[in-house]
């Protein structure tokens, strides 16, 4: 199946700096990158949605200068949290989608862990 | 918000017991998928049901889905310890094309 990577694996920080994460597609272009954050033993919530080449569209409540989204091409998206506090501390997972706009397959990375000190 | 929510939210059975995770939603929906997540992975996809499908079969996991009563069942027999992960239902909500993931069922499976 289609592999997503994400780097860092985790990654710890002291408040008040940014953090980037990166989002591959290893062996499919992806047209459409989302990125979730999860609490421990809580469910994903979507943060964004972002499309190659557009702005992200960012869900209700997710501050989009805070955490920046870039989908700059169809391999790669980064989530960058800038100037991080501990409250930011969670797991944050991409997943991609190539192909067709109206489909329901997407492909999950291994998720990032941040730790804001 | 979350569009559906899974019951029971913890499950401990002994290798080789089924395993019955439930979810429930809300508002109508054109598929639901069941994911399964290992201790601070990624997600893996397990199986996807349309609304117009009742049932569905892959392996050990057996799926259902009752749109009359808005929930649908995750159904893994003969489980193995490999099996202990997060069980998570997502839907469409309202055919968005992007999953809501409800709060997840943790079943731990005990050799």
């Known amino acids: 199946g289609a592999v997503v990577s994400q780097h860092p694996s985790w990654v710890i920080c002291k408040s008040g700096t940014s953090v980037k994460i990166e989002c591959r597609s290893l062996?499919?272009?992806?047209?459409?990158m989302f990125w979730y954050r999860q609490f421990p033993k809580q469910s994903l919530m979507l943060m964004a949605t972002?499309?190659?080449?557009?702005?992200?569209?960012?869900e209700q409540g997710v501050e989009k200068d805070k955490f920046l989204i870039n989908h700059a091409s169809l391999t790669l998206s980064t989530l960058t949290v800038t100037s991080a506090h501990p409250e930011d501390s969670s797991f944050y997972i991409c997943?991609?989608?190539?192909?067709?706009?109206?489909?329901?397959?997407?492909?999950f990375g291994p998720g990032t862990r941040l730790t804001v000190t | 918000s979350q569009q559906g929510e899974e019951d029971p939210q913890a499950l401990s059975i002994q290798e080789g017991e089924n395993a019955t995770m439930n979810c429930s939603y809300k508002?109508?929906?054109?598929?639901l998928q069941w994911y399964r997540q290992n201790s601070g992975r990624g997600l893996v996809h397990l199986i996807l049901?349309?609304?117009?499908?009742r049932e569905k079969h892959s392996g050990r996991l057996r799926v259902t889905l009752d749109t009359s009563k808005k929930s649908s069942s995750l159904l893994i027999t003969a489980s193995r310890a490999a099996d202990t992960a997060s069980y998570f239902c997502?839907?469409?909500?309202?055919?968005?094309?992007?999953?809501?993931f409800g709060r997840g069922t943790s079943l731990i499976v005990h050799p």
């Open positions: 062996d499919f272009q992806a047209t459409t």
């Open positions: 972002s499309n190659e080449g557009s702005k992200a569209t960012y």
């Open positions: 997502a839907t469409d909500k309202g055919g968005s094309y992007i999953p809501t």
């Open positions: 049901i349309r609304s117009n499908e």
């Open positions: 508002t109508s929906i054109n598929n």
């Open positions: 997943s991609a989608r190539g192909g067709q706009v109206f489909s329901y397959e997407q492909y």
